[in-house]
């Protein structure tokens, strides 16, 4: 069995460690969706440790707090889907209300022909920066 997200990076990497990366995925109307991958083939968040499940979770939350940082979202949605890919990752997705489908889910259909522009060279730096501070943050607690 072959698994898109074991076989590469599934976007532009922000964060890479040992057990998690970050990436900025390529989709056109959403240049700032970001995923939150677990690097070894799990295929539920049950499946991991509990502390795994906490480093996941603690990722999740600092990739939404530096979107919520750098760019200013109106929302911010997370899923965690796994229907099409069954290894476990988060969805972390910044929505405007001007955005394609908002106030409805992504997947869904379209609400207006819009999309959201981003210098994606200085998002990447800036939420790179602002990704780092998050966790930073987060592991004083």
């Given at each position: 069995?072959?698994?898109?997200?074991?076989?590469?990076?599934?976007?532009?990497?922000?964060?890479?460690?040992?057990?998690?990366?970050?990436?900025?995925?390529?989709?056109?109307?959403?240049?700032?969706?970001?995923?939150?991958?677990?690097?070894?083939?799990?295929?539920?968040?049950?499946?991991?440790?509990?502390?795994?499940?906490?480093?996941?979770?603690?990722?999740?939350?600092?990739?939404e707090a530096a979107?919520?940082?750098?760019?200013?979202?109106?929302?911010?949605?997370?899923?965690?889907?796994?229907?099409?890919?069954?290894?476990?990752?988060?969805?972390?997705?910044?929505?405007?209300?001007?955005?394609?489908?908002?106030?409805?889910?992504?997947?869904?259909?379209?609400?207006?022909?819009?999309?959201?522009?981003?210098?994606?060279?200085?998002?990447?730096?800036?939420?790179?920066?602002?990704?780092?501070?998050?966790?930073?943050?987060?592991?004083?607690?």
């Open positions: 069995m072959t698994c898109e997200l074991c076989d590469s990076d599934g976007g532009e990497v922000l964060l890479r460690t040992e057990s998690l990366r970050v990436v900025r995925v390529f989709h056109a109307h959403y240049p700032a969706f970001c995923r939150v991958i677990w690097n070894r083939h799990i295929k539920e968040m049950t499946d991991l440790k509990h502390h795994e499940q906490a480093k996941l979770m603690q990722t999740v939350f600092a990739v979107l919520r940082a750098t760019i200013r979202p109106d929302k911010i949605t997370l899923a965690s889907l796994g229907n099409m890919t069954p290894h476990v990752h988060w969805h972390v997705i910044p929505r405007f209300k001007e955005d394609t489908h908002f106030p409805q889910p992504i997947w869904a259909a379209p609400q207006r022909a819009t999309s959201i522009k981003i210098d994606l060279v200085d998002f990447d730096k800036k939420i790179r920066l602002a990704l780092q501070k998050a966790m930073h943050s987060q592991q004083e607690f």
